[in-house]
């Protein structure tokens, strides 16, 4: 058994961070009944003893299993912890490249809530913008890793259009 894992409120944050990695600290709170406050303390011990990693994501903190990802890997979940740009990125999976308008269609969102979050991921590193005529194409830079991690972690994200995703792409598979 990993160090820092003895006590039983450890065991739970180390087993529900396994099944879902990413999650920052009011999610895993809500979800395993703790308080902040003592979930703060022993997320702090577990990522002091080595057995968490925690990478910042703009005002949240989000937890993953210290040696269960590489840093591309955790950035790539955290973005796919967030509701728009796991929209985005589904939406791409399906149509490799999409312009503006056909985002904009397919996500739902305002004309400034797109254009924010798909230079937060092209500022990650996620994104590749490339113009076709007088448009922007929007396609994903490492298309593989992320729907390997999409569909290694789909029954953690409870989103139907990665089920529909999912469901498509073992179709195509088969």
Same mark, same amino acid.
């Given at each position: 058994?990993?160090?820092?894992?003895?006590?039983?409120?450890?065991?739970? !944050?180390?087993?529900?961070?396994?099944?879902?990695?990413?999650?920052?600290?009011?999610?895993?709170?809500? /979800?395993?009944?703790?308080?902040?406050?003592?979930?703060?303390?022993?997320?702090?011990?577990?990522?002091?003893?080595?057995?968490?990693?925690? +990478?910042?994501?703009?005002?949240?903190?989000?937890?993953?299993?210290?040696? /269960?990802?590489?840093?591309?890997?955790?950035? !790539?979940?955290?973005?796919?912890?967030?509701?728009?740009?796991?929209?985005?990125?589904? +939406?791409?999976?399906?149509?490799?490249?999409?312009?503006?308008? +056909?985002?904009?269609?397919?996500?739902?969102?305002?004309?400034?809530?797109?254009?924010?979050?798909?230079?937060?991921?092209?500022?990650? %590193?996620?994104?590749?913008?490339?113009?076709?005529?007088?448009?922007?194409?929007?396609?994903?830079? %490492?298309?593989?890793?992320?729907?390997?991690?999409?569909?290694?972690?789909?029954?953690?994200?409870? %989103?139907?259009?990665?089920?529909?995703?999912?469901?498509?792409?073992?179709?195509?598979?088969?």
């Amino acid at each position: 058994m990993s160090e820092g894992l003895e006590l039983e409120s450890r065991r739970r !944050i180390y087993d529900f961070l396994v099944a879902n990695p990413g999650t920052h600290l009011r999610r895993i709170g809500h /979800a395993l009944g703790m308080s902040t406050g003592m979930l703060s303390y022993h997320l702090g011990y577990l990522e002091r003893n080595g057995v968490l990693k925690a +990478e910042e994501d703009g005002h949240r903190k989000r937890y993953f299993i210290a040696r /269960a990802f590489v840093e591309a890997q955790r950035r !790539i979940l955290a973005v796919l912890r967030q509701d728009v740009p796991r929209k985005i990125l589904v +939406e791409l999976l399906t149509y490799e490249g999409r312009t503006f308008a +056909e985002l904009q269609a397919s996500v739902g969102v305002s004309k400034s809530t797109l254009s924010y979050h798909l230079q937060k991921l092209m500022h990650r %590193d996620l994104l590749v913008r490339t113009k076709r005529e007088r448009e922007s194409v929007f396609t994903i830079k %490492d298309l593989e890793e992320v729907r390997k991690l999409l569909l290694a972690n789909q029954s953690s994200f409870h %989103d139907d259009a990665v089920d529909r995703f999912a469901d498509l792409w073992t179709k195509l598979r088969t």
